[in-house]
């Protein structure tokens, strides 16, 4: 760890390597990042989580959703540094093993899938959604995945995935 | 993934040190707070600072607290996020909730701070641009070239990026202060005076000084408040009109007879600055409102926007919407009239 005991000194443009400990659902991974590596770079560049997507690199689309300490945050536009020691859960987090979890087979059931680009960012949102608000309304949904864009589904089917996740009526579409 | 120019990173555990390391550094020194502004142009390569400092070490920043004798208190680090929600807010400033809950997306908002907000860098078209792009025309002038691209003359010296924040605006309509500190001291400042209107220097802060606080005055509580905003996209977008009214409607009688206090209109991503709208109190303050006046107050608001094409929307469009907006604005404090004194 001696990288990091020049902390607080100017240095001139020297932009030394750290060593972090990132905990990433809920395993401690340490890497060695510049300072300007985003969160996304590290997640699947350097730890190799690919789930994660990388979408418009400029805080617009979403595809990069992750959660810190619970909060959805777009990793990115986070760099890697300011996020050590925080919970960071990706979209890996989810599935246990090959069984995914049950907002995942909503999104199956309902189509609220297609290419797929923007999926564990919209399941990262509704991830943190639900946690804090088990029966969200259409509009609470809307509301809460406004930073996820879509390019396939129209967000019905999506809406339609986290109202069924959330047992709410919406019965699966295709058995 | 295009990667950020490299940086050294630094983590002050006190403001002062903050201070320090911020003057020590010089020039090309940056803070970060949220960072949702200043890393995606990072990456474009819009500016590149030798030295980042984050404040995210130093505690008390993100505290949000009322003060009997003061007012709100509002530490730069505060999310927006957090003023959706918080209680002394919701009581005494509800537009302030309601102006945060305007920005960006959920998870910008999760991000974004109050500090980055006031001292959001402008935008405009032909400056948000990657290097590429750049790259095959002369530098505008906010990017150290000759001439401002946008004005129509082409020629214009003055740049006219647009500022384009939803808390600001809200915050100047309360006649919020802030408090800048550097290693040369602390000044107060009232954030009408922060703004500069020119859009290549929007602000007077001083490179090596540091938002430390806002304080939105005691007297401002429970004064009504609205804010409206017009973007691309509902759902992440930047303003690109924007108005803030605040005004007590003060009288005996319902609604009708009530009398125009201490009113304030701000208009927001038409201009370089957060756009006080001079001639409204004048025209407004001591008298009751009705359709007339409010059709004045609205045109006068109209006439004082001057949105260019270089940022979203249709310039004769916006400066509808700013007239819009305004009457919606007025109608809505009438409205609201029984309830605010
Ligand atoms: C896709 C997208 C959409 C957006 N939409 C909106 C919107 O609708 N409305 C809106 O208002 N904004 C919008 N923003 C801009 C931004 O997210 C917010 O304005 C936010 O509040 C900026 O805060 P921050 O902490 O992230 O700023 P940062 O990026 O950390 O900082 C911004 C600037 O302020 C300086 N700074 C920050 N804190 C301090 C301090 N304490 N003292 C001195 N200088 C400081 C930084 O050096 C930098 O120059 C959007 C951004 C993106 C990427
Ligand atoms: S990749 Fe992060 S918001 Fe698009
Ligand atoms: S499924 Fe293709 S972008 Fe959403």
Redesign the interface.
């Known amino acids: 760890m001696d990288q990091i005991t020049d ?10 390597s750290r060593v972090l400990e990132m905990s990433i659902n809920g395993e401690t991974h340490e890497i060695t990042v ?5 969160l ?2 590290a997640i699947r ?1 350097k730890i190799g989580l690919t789930g994660t997507k ?1 979408g418009c ?4 689309c ?1 595809a990069c ?1 992750v959660l810190v300490d619970g ?4 990793s ?4 890697a ?2 996020n050590e020691g925080k919970d960071i859960r990706t979209v890996e987090d989810l599935a246990d093993g090959d069984n995914l979890n049950f907002l995942q087979e909503a999104f199956l059931d309902q189509g609220g899938t297609q290419c797929g680009f923007c999926t564990p960012g919209m399941l990262m ?1 509704a991830t943190a959604l639900l946690e804090k608000n088990p029966k969200p309304t259409r509009d609470d949904i809307n ?2 995945l ?3 864009l879509c390019r396939c589904t129209g967000y019905n089917s999506i809406v339609d995935s986290i109202l069924q996740a959330s047992d709410q009526g919406v019965k699966p579409r295709l058995l | ?13 006190t403001i002062h ?1 903050a201070a320090k ?1 911020l003057m ?2 010089g020039t090309q ?1 940056m803070v ?1 707070s949220g ?2 502004d200043m ?2 142009s990072m ?1 474009q390569g819009i500016f590149s600072p ?3 400092i ?1 404040l ?1 070490a130093i505690p008390h920043l993100r505290d949000v607290e009322w003060d009997d004798t003061e007012g709100l208190k509002i530490g730069p680090l505060a999310t927006l ?1 957090s003023l959706e929600t918080n209680a002394e807010i919701l009581q005494h400033f509800p537009v302030i909730a309601e102006a945060a809950h305007a920005v ?5 908002r ?2 974004a701070t109050v500090g980055g907000n006031i001292c959001l860098d402008t935008r405009c078209y032909y400056y948000n641009q990657s290097e590429n792009w750049q790259a095959c025309d002369q530098e505008c002038l906010k990017l150290g070239g000759e001439t401002c691209k946008a004005a129509p003359s082409g020629r214009a010296k003055k740049c006219f990026a647009v500022f384009s924040a939803d808390l600001a605006p809200v915050l100047v309509a309360l006649d919020a202060r802030i408090t800048l500190l550097s290693a040369r001291g602390e000044r107060h400042v009232d954030l009408r005076e922060f703004y500069t209107g020119d859009g290549a220097a929007p602000h007077v802060k001083a490179p090596d000084e540091i938002l430390t606080s806002v304080l939105v005055p005691k007297q401002m509580a429970g004064i009504f408040g609205v804010y409206q905003k017009y973007r691309i996209r509902n ?2 977008d930047y303003p690109i009109a924007g108005v803030a009214l605040t005004l007590r409607l003060n009288g005996p009688d319902k609604s009708a007879k009530k009398l125009v206090k201490d009113v304030c209109l701000v208009i927001s991503g038409v201009a370089s600055k957060p756009l006080v709208v001079k001639k409204i109190p004048p025209l407004l303050n001591g008298k009751a409102l009705d359709d007339a006046l409010i059709e004045e107050a609205a045109l006068l608001a109209k006439k004082a926007a001057l949105p260019l094409a270089n940022t979203g929307g249709e310039r004769a469009h916006r400066k509808q919407m700013i007239y819009e907006f305004t009457k919606k604005a007025f109608e809505q404090a009438i409205n609201n009239g029984s309830q605010i004194s």
Do not use: H, W
């Open positions: 902390r607080t000194t100017v240095n001139g443009k020297k932009s030394r510049k300072p300007r590596v985003m996304l770079e560049d990388d690199e400029s805080g617009t979403g959703t909060q959805p945050t777009l990115c536009i986070s760099l540094v300011e949102s509301k809460a406004e930073g996820n | 993934m295009q990667p950020l120019p490299n940086f050294q990173y630094l983590e002050p555990e040190e390391l020590d550094s020194s970060i960072g949702t890393l995606p990456r030798d030295v980042v984050s995210q996020r960006g997306s959920p998870q910008l999760e991000m759902s992440i």
